[in-house]
Nanobody, 128 residues
Framework: QVQLVESGGGLVQAGGSLSLSCVAS????????MGWFRQTPGKEREFVAA????????YYGDAVKGRFTISRDNAENSVYLQMNSLKPEDMAVYYC?????????????????????WGQGTQVTVSS
């Protein structure tokens, strides 16, 4: 019903910046929220950031708060992740996610199980 395509991953030095994009297609009118998760070897998928599509409320994981910014473009059905002050521990595969199931409460945005559509992922490498 919904397709997601990420782009913008690459190599950046510690302290630098990088911007990721996610374009949604299909039945985008049914999307309630979109977010970003990341995963490194040996770890569970980690919540990074999310937003409410209609209301614009934003949520961030503790590890990235103050450094990353999530935003949207309603006309283009896209979400973006601006990453500043990157650290080596930010190196991971970043996934875009979308949810068509309604869920009330801030906890709905940070749980992987609350999203039902996922992109293919884009690699972010941070050198030191």
């Amino acid at each position: 019903q919904v397709q997601l395509v990420e782009s913008g991953g690459g190599l950046v030095q510690a302290g630098g910046s990088l911007s990721l994009s996610c374009v949604a297609s299909g039945r985008t009118f049914s999307v309630y929220r979109m977010g970003w998760f990341r995963q490194t070897p040996g770890k569970e998928r980690e919540f990074v950031a999310a937003l409410s599509w209609s209301g614009g409320s934003t949520y961030y994981g503790d590890a990235v708060k103050g450094r990353f910014t999530i935003s949207r473009d309603n006309a283009e059905n896209s979400v973006y992740l601006q990453m500043n002050s990157l650290k080596p521990e930010d190196m991971a595969v970043y996934y875009c996610a979308a949810a068509t199931n309604y869920c009330a409460g801030s906890g709905c945005y940070s749980r992987e199980s609350m999203y039902n559509y996922w992109g293919q992922g884009t690699q972010v490498t941070v050198s030191s």
